[in-house]
Each structure stands twice: as C-alpha cells, then as structure tokens.
C-alpha cells in the first residue's frame, strides 16, 4: 500500500518542503485514499495512502511516535502486525488497530534491530530527531521499492524514481554500467543502481542508518544486511523423504497465504490458471474464502499464439467456485495501453506481460484494493527454462550454464549503441561472476536460484508487479515469497525442485489439491503475443520511438543497428524469448515520457 516521500537535509538547513510535496503529488495513484506532509525542519516527510488496515483517519500517515521523537512514513504490509502488538502493548500505548503504529514500537523497543521482527513487505522511513538520525530499511525480498537521490547537504528518498524526478535536482545522465546490465539481463538492473547516475535503489534486506557525528558534524551512513539464507542442506532435514519435503513446502505455503489475508477489505486473486495462482485459489478455499474474487486476462492471437489461457482460469474458478471474472483486451486498444504502462513504470521494464499486469490491475482496482498473485514461484523453486543447465554442471561450472542460458552477449550490447556509450568491460559478466561463486550455496543450481531469487528477481518480476498494480491503487501480495517459505525452499534438495520440468514440488502438491490437467498443461504466463511478436501497431509504437527526433538527439542506439531491427524485428530475440528491438523501444520510451533529454 502507499507512496512515500522524504527529503533529509545534515548541513544544518532546512528540508524542502514543496520537493516532497511534489514527490507526493506524482504517487497519488499509489495511495488514492490520501495525503499528508509532515515538517521535522531538517527533515520533511510525505505519504500517499491506500488504507487497507485501519482505515480509520488516525492510522493516517506520516505518524508519530507516542514515547519518542520519532516520525515515520511506511509503504507495505506487516503481517504478524497482530503478534507483535501484543509483545509490545505492555511497553507501548497503542493509538491505531493497524500495522504502521506497531513499526514504531517495535523501533521504540529494539532499535536498528526492528526489522529482524517484522514479516511482510515494507519500505520504511524513520526520523528520530532526539538522536539526528534517519533509518531507512526495506524488507527481504524487496517486495516494496525504495529509491534515493543525493542532493546538496543531503538525501531524498521515494517509493519510485520517477518522483524524485519531480522533486527536480537529480543527475539523469545514464550510468554505463547499469544499462550494461539492462541489455544484458533482458532489462533487468540490480540494485543499488538504476539507469540513472543520480539515483540509487535501497537493497533488499537491507537497514541503513544515516546520521550526523555530533563531533566532527559529518555524516556517517551504515548499512547492514539483515537476511541472507544459505543455499545448502541442513541437518535437521536429514533423513526427509521427498513426501516430507512435499508436506512441509505445502504448510510454508498454507500459512504464507493465510498470513496475507491480513486486510480490513476483501482480498482476491489474479489468477492466470497457471500452476502457482491456482495453489493459491485452492489454499484459500480452505481458509474458507474460496468465493473471494479471482481475475484473469486475456488478449487476441498474434503470430500464431494464443493470447489467453481462459480455459485454463476458468477450470480453476468453477472448481473453486470463485467470482470469477474475466478480462478480454482488443487488439486495438493495446498501443495505447502500452504507452500507459510505460507511464507506470518506475524503472524501464521491456518484459511482454507488463502492459497486462498493468491492464489487469486498472480493472481489478475498481472491485478490490488487495490481491494475491503467484509471483516468485519460479525463482524459488526453479520453474524457467533457464535454470535446466545449472542441474547437471558442477559447482564451478554455475557462471557457464548461467550465461549460456540467461545471458545476452556483451558484444551484442556494444554492436547495438554508438561507441564509447558502454564500459569497455563485460562489467556485468564481473558482478555474475562475484555473486554466483560466493560461498553459502552447496550446489550449481543453488548458486543460480539463490542469484535468481535475491538479485534478479527484485527487479524483475516483483518491481513489475509492484509498478503496474500500485499505479492503480491495488496491493499486491505475493505468498511465494514468504520468508519462512524461501528459507524453506533454500535448504531443499535441487533435484526435487528440479524434478518434473522444475517446481517439482509444487507439482506434486498440485496434483492432490487441483483439477486435473492444470498442473500438466503446457506452462502459463501472461501472454501478449502482440507484444512477443511486435504486430502492427505494436511495432510501430517501437519504430516511433527509436525514429523520433528525441531518439536521434540522444544519440544512443547506432542507426545500422536500428534499421536492421527495423527491418526484421523478430529475428533478433534475447535468451528469454524477448525482442532486442522492444528492449530499445521501451528504455527510449521511458525517457522520453520522462522527460529526460
């Protein structure tokens, strides 16, 4: 739920109060039911709300503690918010019924260490002016985004980029290195970077402490990691068969979905009809909300494909007897919808089923302010393509089977944009490198999942989620990605998440608590075959964008390479199925509609 908005000043001035009223104002879609602005001097914090806990006026943000000088502003959901009052209570004198007021308790009690208590998806601001200091933390799988920029005398901090841009002041000239990323990793640049030079991304599992050295009057920035499971077998699971497995996985899940039932307002389900949205309708069927609302999408054929998997969606909603409802997209209302997906994206993302998530959340919005999606499934338990060649190499062989399946070529990312325009280095080869031979991962498919999951997830999937739902002002809650369920996951043998395809797993739950032929059916997404396939109009969204005036003035892609595209758009496509030429289209897209020149 909710925007967030922050402007921090350590030189001794005072905060901008009208830069964070305008960080606000550009996420008033994220936070509809609300917005106010709280004035510390050298710090000013600002919050759009989507009340979906205690929806009552006095759960209104920013919020302030009751036992110490301390302001917060809060973006997400704590689900053991209900546990932890109560541990609390004795210490605390509680003014809300929500979860926002139980993070200034937990501060109050704990320190730095409040995150460590917390299950959910948060990004979190705290002022604690009694000790001229600012705690900036955001949960373990960077579910809720967190963005900063640095500015003369200090920090300004927002749930996405493009209000920091609005707040003005911000270097947007692109960095080498994370656009070196992007077109290798199929628009995908891990944290802390973004493509811009002047902002950067809060990691996941990641609490920072900025403060000012009373002594010396420097500031002083610590950052510490508090979540990092092991990618290896624990003694505890021994002697496990691969039913124990299968039934401990099953509870890990039946209480991530049970957890983010947490609302004061319905809560319902995208479901896709795929494997893990319909695991979710099933386990909610058991917690007695199996009529809850479900939604799926679907779009006309293209190039040969399906655009929707409605038969699938459907087995599972009358199975279930959900309230089902589905949602057909023309083909000719696709152009522009893309453009307004882009519109929403805080980062670019060039991924085909963005405009649906996008298209499926503006209608889902007008009957529920909270759903839960499957995302996460296949990072966790090994559901891509992609992870195969990690299963049969060696431990040292993880960065060769990774890069052969995942990687795009570094000198495709060079024949593509003028010279000079990328490092001259395979900088994002380096950083693989580093991350996939780190210790704490027994096996070659472990290296790769606990890669998948931790870094490339977080800005794939999740920050897709995240944009495309919050643009609309819906919460969307992911149960696969619950802490306890990917610690679980962690430790699990590779070759039973492996197994059948991969999400071995979750197959074999699957297949004792859904209909049949949904969990053998060929495997879902969100299919845009327009998109996949750059169809008419589509394609000419992508011309007009890599053709136009501000195009040639940037000066980015080489005209060889971008006539080539052009000229036969689908013959080259990235590992994962994309096209190159989409790639370019939405990275020029999203500048431009950001005004950035």
């Known amino acids: 739920m909710c925007g967030l908005a922050a402007d921090v000043r350590f030189d001794g001035g005072r905060a901008d109060i009208d830069a964070v009223r305008r960080m606000a104002a550009c996420m008033e879609d994220r936070g509809p039911d609300g917005g106010r602005v709280w004035d510390g001097g050298w710090a000013v914090l600002g919050h759009r709300r989507l009340s979906v806990i205690d929806l009552s006026d006095r759960a209104a943000q920013p919020m302030t503690s009751a036992v110490q000088d301390v302001t917060m502003v809060f973006n997400g959901c704590i689900y053991n918010h209900g546990e932890l009052r109560r541990d609390l209570a004795a210490d605390y004198p509680f003014r809300t019924t929500g979860d926002s007021e139980v993070l200034l308790a937990a501060y109050a009690k704990w320190g730095d260490a409040f995150v460590d ?28 985004p ?17 209000a920091l841009l609005a707040a003005g002041g911000v270097d947007t000239a692109l960095d080498p290195i994370a656009l070196h990323h992007y077109l ?9 970077r973004t493509l811009l030079r002047g902002v950067q991304k809060l990691p996941a599992a990641t609490v920072r402490t900025i403060e000012r050295d009373g002594t010396t009057g420097r500031t002083r920035t610590t950052d510490r990691t508090y979540w990092s499971p092991d990618y290896e077998r624990l003694p505890e699971h021994a002697g496990w068969t691969a039913r124990d497995w299968e039934d401990a996985v099953e509870e890990a899940l039946r209480v991530a979905v049970r957890r983010r039932l947490v609302a004061d307002v319905p809560v319902g389900v995208l479901l896709s009809g795929g494997l893990d949205s319909s695991l979710l309708v099933a386990l909610l069927a058991e917690e007695g909300t199996g009529t809850t609302g479900t939604y799926s999408i679907g779009f006309d054929a293209a190039g040969g494909e399906s655009g929707d998997e409605f ?57 529920r ?11 966790v338990f090994a559901g891509y393509e992609y992870h195969r060649p990690a299963v049969g190499a060696t431990r040292p062989g993880a960065l060769a089977a990774f890069t052969r399946a995942f990687v795009d070529p570094s000198a495709t990312a060079h024949a593509l944009l003028e010279p000079g325009v990328l490092p001259a280095t395979d900088v994002s080869h380096v950083l693989l490198q580093d991350r996939l031979g780190a210790a704490g991962a027994e096996t070659a498919l472990d290296a790769v999942l606990r890669f998948d999951t931790h870094v490339l997830m977080v800005d794939d999937p999740v920050k897709r989620v995240d944009s495309m739902t919050m643009a609309s002002g819906l919460e969307a809650r992911v149960p696969f990605l619950d802490q306890d369920l990917v610690e679980l996951a962690a430790a699990c043998l590779p070759e039973l998440k492996a197994a059948d395809g991969g999400k071995g797993v979750l197959k074999a739950i699957g297949r004792r608590l859904l209909p049949a032929g949904v969990v053998d059916r060929p495997k879902g997404y969100f299919p845009v075959p327009a998109v996949r396939n750059l169809d008419g109009e589509v394609f000419a969204v992508a011309r007009d964008a890599l053709l136009g005036p501000e195009a040639r003035a940037r000066g980015l892609v080489r005209p060889e390479a971008a006539a080539a595209l052009l000229q036969d758009p689908r013959r080259y496509r990235t590992r994962v199925g994309g096209t190159t030429l989409w790639l370019l289209a939405v990275l020029e897209l999203w500048l431009q509609r950001q005004g950035i020149r």
């Open 117 to 144: 208590h917390l299950v959910g998806m948060f990004a979190v601001v705290l002022v604690d002016r009694a000790r001229d200091r600012v705690v900036v933390a955001r949960d373990r799988l960077g579910i809720k």
């Open 146 to 162: 967190l963005y900063l920029a640095q500015v003369d005398g200090g920090v300004r901090i927002a749930s996405t980029l493009p």
């Open 184 to 192: 290798s990793w199929h628009s995908i640049v891990p944290a802390p």
């Open 311 to 367: 038969v699938y969606s459907d087995a599972v909603a009358d199975h279930f007897a959900t309230a089902h409802t589905r949602i057909h997209v023309p083909a000719s209302t696709l152009p522009a919808a893309l453009l307004d997906s882009v519109d929403a994206m805080t980062e670019p993302m060039a991924t085909q089923d963005v405009a649906a998530f996008h298209l499926l959340a503006q209608r889902v919005s007008e009957s």
């Open 369 to 379: 302010k909270v759903v839960q999606s499957g995302q996460g499934a296949d990072e």
